[in-house]
């Protein structure tokens, strides 16, 4: 029997999240959704079709079996539903909360064909909260020790996926990471109303609990070489420490003061908790008006802070329209919901400062769009004459972001791309620099947390080939 000619099963509505209101939320920075309740999340599980080829699967880069973690929540089996997942996955609860599903797995599900695919990542973040509050995380079965020792650099996303794969095969993990904390962009780039730093932690203890050790502050390329970790015992080692190098607009006004690097900011309030004045006295201005700089996740990250930071004029300034912003529709929705002001079709050209050396405004200059360009999307134009000022006192670049040349400076022999980012075989992943491989977004450039984690997979697999050839 074909998909098509499948009995039809009642129609059950996409279910939706209860969240707390925008007045209210823009007064805390308390993560905006409630969750599923275990009825709704049953209900929602129900619409899946179990389909026998299932596409869904295909659109996930780290592989989830979506079917069957979804028939178990139907059963009201939560925690084997969680258990699932995490066959695959060492990061639900961080999943559910910030991959792109209308990109990938909800995309292709056949339910999207009409509008409404079943909602894959908010039964997956119910789960794993689930499986989080009950106390009921559990050790997987892992093979005998081989005895090999692996490196992996960076804490983010690809490195703790790596790392959990390569501990499942039996092998002795150390991850090395520069900051105090782990979880990389987790941790310090996305704020706590979108994904609390509480969840990323017990995530990232779910791996001390496979074996993988974790050190904190080691600036591998200045502390010490991947020469020297090779020398002292280690057999093979992943990089994967993303992009952390802010790019900005090159326009005149960027050294004023007042003028942040998204990166910035988002450390500042995240990881150093500004978000928690007056308990953390974390300096970051906190400006009534504020112009963001891009159109995607980070910009809407950057606005959304400023706003609970106690801004009362927020500007998101976006070259191209509505159509063309990278963010997730969910983010750009929340963003609008909460009063961001949206200035699309505008592009800074000159920031302004005052005697004293801090921004006092912003000179844009209105666009139009023209043919796509090589991203696809079509090109900004500026229109001639259609300068105007923006009164506003903190600008925040927003507009991407290069990989980090820590590590890379220091280690000449791994090969780069023209953009500077790791060369790497497209398959294995593999550097040209032996037993050294690399994953995330120092491989692909700025891109999301989940194809981070497919890199780290690869590279689990890859790595694992080689210590056994």
């Known amino acids: 029997m074909t998909e098509e000619n499948k ?75 969680a258990w699932s997942i995490k066959q695959t996955n060492a990061l639900p609860a961080v999943c559910g909360r910030v991959c792109p599903q209308e990109e990938q797995c909800e995309k292709v599900c056949v339910l999207a064909k009409k509008g409404e695919p079943v909602s894959i990542g908010y039964l997956e973040r119910f789960v794993a909260d689930i499986e989080r509050t009950k106390g009921a995380v559990k050790k997987p079965d892992i093979p005998e020790k081989t005895g090999r020792k692996i490196a992996v650099v960076g804490a983010g996303p690809s490195g703790l996926t790596c790392a959990g794969d390569l501990a499942k095969m039996g092998h002795n993990v150390t991850i090395f990471e520069a900051l105090h904390k782990s979880g990389g962009v987790l941790i310090y780039g996305i704020p706590e109303f979108r994904l609390p730093k509480a969840i990323v932690q017990t995530e990232v203890d779910y791996l001390k609990m496979l074996g993988v050790d974790i050190q904190h502050n080691m600036v591998i390329g200045k502390i010490t070489q991947l020469d020297e970790l090779f020398n002292s015992g280690y057999h093979a080692a992943f990089v994967g420490t993303g992009a952390g190098l802010p790019v900005f607009m090159k326009i005149p006004g960027e050294n004023y003061l007042g003028v942040y690097s998204a990166n910035e900011y988002l450390t500042r309030s995240n990881l150093m908790k500004a978000y928690l004045f007056p308990e953390y006295d974390t300096p970051v201005l906190r400006s009534p008006r504020v112009a963001v700089i891009g159109g995607g996740n980070v910009a809407m990250d950057s606005a959304r802070t400023a706003l609970r930071l106690g801004a009362q004029k927020v500007y998101l300034v976006y070259r191209r329209s509505h159509n063309e912003m990278p963010a997730r529709r969910d983010e750009i929705h929340h963003a609008e919901q909460e009063g961001i002001d949206f200035r699309l079709l505008t592009n800074p050209v000159e920031i302004l400062g005052n005697t004293d050396g801090f921004v006092r405004g912003m000179k844009c200059i209105k666009m139009e769009l023209g043919e796509p360009d090589d991203s696809g999307r079509c ?91």
């Not at 996409?14 to 308390?30: C, D, G, H, S, Y």
């Not at 996930?60 to 009201?76: A, S």
């Not at 791309?417 to 790791?422: E, F, H, P, R």
């Open 7 to 81: 009995p039809k099963k009642e129609k059950v509505p996409r279910q939706k999240m209860l969240e707390q209101t925008p007045a209210e939320r823009v007064k805390n920075f308390n993560e905006v959704p409630h969750g599923f309740t275990p009825e709704t999340a049953m209900l929602e599980a129900s619409r899946c079709l179990q389909c026998k080829k299932p596409k869904c699967m295909e659109g996930c880069p780290v592989e989830i079996n979506i079917p069957q973690f979804l028939k178990l929540i139907t059963e009201g089996k939560f925690i084997e539903a």
């Open 379 to 469: 090109r900004p134009i500026p229109i001639k004459g259609s300068e105007f000022e923006l009164e506003v006192d903190t600008v925040i670049v927003a507009i991407g972001n290069g990989p980090n040349p820590l590590l890379l400076s220091a280690t000449p022999d791994i090969k780069l791309n023209k953009w500077g980012n790791i060369e790497a075989d497209p398959v294995t992943l593999a550097t040209t620099k032996k037993g050294v491989y690399a994953g995330g977004d120092i491989v692909t450039g700025a891109a999301t947390v989940i194809q981070a984690m497919g890199q780290g997979k690869i590279a689990a697999r890859s790595i694992d080939k080689y210590l056994k050839s």
